[in-house]
């Protein structure tokens, strides 16, 4: 008897866990090209209402870092999170107004919010960010990239000009079936040897989510504007797109480099949010099969109905519910799990973080010294700009990565640890030529105070109460505990 009620209850288990009975019967067709969500919502009435719920802050308080999204209205400034990033990003518009994400609703009006500096590239901003990127570059051709971002903007009809992510961007309308639209990111699965259309369903339920979360490059031509917009994918292969990988394509063509970096002169490449190329490098979830669906989108019931809980967030502002499907463990030790690698992260990547600003000191010095007319060896001065680079992109990419390690915690170790080595190796070289010219590495500041106030059009300030500490307090022990100090 008791056998037999553990064989029923493994059954229902299974068949709960076979995903959700559809919701109800079909009531329209769904046209073939309908970008308006309510007309999908006809018919799916339950996803549309949590579709819509991303507009709504969550519950304050419950993750430790990522607090975009809470409740309250408080804007999240990772320039104050992170204030070497004021030196490190120091002439691009990052450095201006850098914002942690929040819900899906605010893609396009944060786009349209932002100090207008973040829209300098032009149309291709609307790339990740509108439902109208594929028909607007099919109309205008390659127009679409570099033409100033308000004029393609206005194409869009007024009702949708700040709609984000929507219905027929991860659906197809006659199967509902998950599909990836984007051509960027169309383009960029062939690359890694996916043929967008052979993606299986759990695939798909992270390919999804790759068209936006992921690194992208843009050209630019002779005077900045944007050409294209790809993946820097070459290379690599499903499962396994490496920073090493990503660093080769950013290298290979001077057109890559997107902004002139003004502490040490460089032109550099930048990286955004790799969350899809983090998390599939080997991470143990991945490999264990777990899809960013399964965290970020666990199934939820609505009255009689199961679904996929369409009002995306982190699993730690849904009481790691999503976790809890396969881990028995309860919800604090979980979460304590979660903080454990964020923090170990944050401590790595602010040892990284100051080094690396310090060395592009040291560099802006060096500069200083050439212009005065002081003989460096050449080839000493191209070996410093090529490990600034190879240090300074782990560390943007480990930075603009949004689970702060969690998602995978072994790789973004490794990967810190190698950005401090080339900064390390950047760093000797460095304060060898200052001494040897007379100059006390010791007494350069990174006057920080003067990158992180007055930024921008909204003359953006230092907010010290978002600054993240060290939580293991090494870092003080290299610089001075207090920014106006550093
Ligand atoms: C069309 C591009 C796009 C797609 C597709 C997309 N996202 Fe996002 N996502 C964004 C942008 C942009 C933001 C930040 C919005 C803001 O801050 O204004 C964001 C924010 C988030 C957040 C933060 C939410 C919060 O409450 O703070 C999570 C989590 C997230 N996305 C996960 C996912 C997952 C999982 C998928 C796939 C199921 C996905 N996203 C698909 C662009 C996208
Ligand atoms: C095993 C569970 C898991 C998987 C799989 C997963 N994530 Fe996450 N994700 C998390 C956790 C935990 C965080 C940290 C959230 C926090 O600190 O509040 C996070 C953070 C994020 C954030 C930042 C959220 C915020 O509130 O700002 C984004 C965006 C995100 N993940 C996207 C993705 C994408 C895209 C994928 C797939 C490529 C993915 N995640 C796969 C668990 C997961
Ligand atoms: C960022 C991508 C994304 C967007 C945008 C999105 N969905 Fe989904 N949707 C998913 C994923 C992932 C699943 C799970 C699919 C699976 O496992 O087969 C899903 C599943 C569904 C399902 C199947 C039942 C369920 O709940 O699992 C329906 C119906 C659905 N979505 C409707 C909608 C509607 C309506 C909209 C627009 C209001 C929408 N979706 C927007 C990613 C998305
Ligand atoms: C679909 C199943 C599934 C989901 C959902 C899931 N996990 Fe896991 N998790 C696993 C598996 C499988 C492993 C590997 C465990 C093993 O091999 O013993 C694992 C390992 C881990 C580990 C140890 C490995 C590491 O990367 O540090 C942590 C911590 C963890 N999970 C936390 C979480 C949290 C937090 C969530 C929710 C945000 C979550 N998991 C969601 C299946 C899942």
């Not at 229902?12 to 309510?38: D, H, T």
């Not at 660093?247 to 997107?258: A, G, Q, R, T, Y």
């Not at 490098?281 to 109905?305: I, L």
């Amino acid at each position: 008897m008791k056998k037999l009620f553990l064989i029923l209850a493994i059954f229902f288990l299974i068949s709960g866990c076979q995903g959700p009975k559809p919701e109800s019967p079909r009531k329209s067709e769904i046209p073939e090209n309908e970008i308006e969500p309510a007309v999908w919502g006809r018919n799916y009435p339950v996803e549309y209402d949590l579709w819509k719920k991303t507009a709504e802050g969550k519950p304050a308080g419950l993750s430790k870092y990522k607090k975009g999204s809470d409740l309250g209205g408080i804007i999240y400034d990772k320039i104050s999170e992170f204030p070497f990033l004021s030196v490190i990003y120091s002439g691009m518009a990052f450095s201006i107004e850098y914002n942690e994400p929040r819900g899906h609703y605010y893609m396009m009006t944060d786009t349209l919010e932002i100090d207008p500096s973040r829209r300098g590239p032009g149309g291709v901003c609307l790339t990740c960010k509108s439902p109208y990127a594929n028909p607007l570059r099919e109309q205008m051709g390659n127009d679409y990239f570099g033409k100033p971002f308000d004029e393609v903007h206005s194409k869009i009809p007024d009702k949708h000009k700040e709609l984000g992510v929507s219905c027929i961007e991860c659906h197809n309308p006659k199967t509902m079936q998950n599909r990836i639209t984007k051509f960027i990111a169309i383009e960029g699965f062939k690359k890694i040897g996916k043929n967008p259309e052979e993606l299986g369903h759990q695939e798909l339920r992270s390919a999804v989510c790759a068209q936006c979360h992921v690194t992208y490059t843009i050209p630019r031509d002779e005077n900045n504007k944007a050409e294209y917009a790809f993946f820097p994918w070459d290379g690599s292969k499903y499962g396994d797109i490496s920073i090493e990988n990503i660093i080769k394509v950013l290298k290979s063509n001077p057109k890559h480099k997107e902004w002139t970096h003004k502490v040490t002169g460089y032109r550099l490449a930048f990286i955004r949010h790799p969350e899809y190329e983090l998390y599939t490098r080997n991470s143990v979830h991945f490999n264990a099969n777990v899809s960013c669906a399964d965290c970020h989108m666990p199934y939820k019931r609505v009255g009689a109905y199961k679904v996929s809980d369409h009002n995306v967030t982190s699993p730690l502002k849904t009481g790691m519910k999503s976790c809890i499907v396969c881990h028995s463990e309860g919800e604090e030790y979980l979460r304590n799990q979660v903080f454990t690698i964020q923090d170990r992260t944050i401590s790595t990547m602010l040892k990284a973080g100051y080094k690396i600003a310090y060395v592009a000191k040291y560099i802006e010095r060096i500069n200083e010294l050439v212009k005065d007319g002081k003989e460096v060896d050449k080839t000493l001065l191209s070996r410093i700009q090529d490990l600034y680079e190879e240090s300074v992109y782990r560390l943007i990419f480990i930075i603009a990565e949004n689970s702060l390690g969690f998602h995978n915690p072994t790789e973004t170790m490794r990967i810190l640890s190698d950005s401090i080595s080339f900064a390390s190796e950047c760093e000797k070289i460095t304060v060898k030529i200052l001494s040897e010219n007379g100059v006390d590495y010791n007494s350069i500041k990174l006057s920080l105070m003067n990158h992180l106030n007055n930024r921008g059009k909204k003359r953006l300030n230092f907010k010290p109460e978002q600054e993240f500490r060290d939580p293991y307090n090494i870092l003080y022990n290299f610089i001075p505990e207090k920014v106006e100090e550093r």
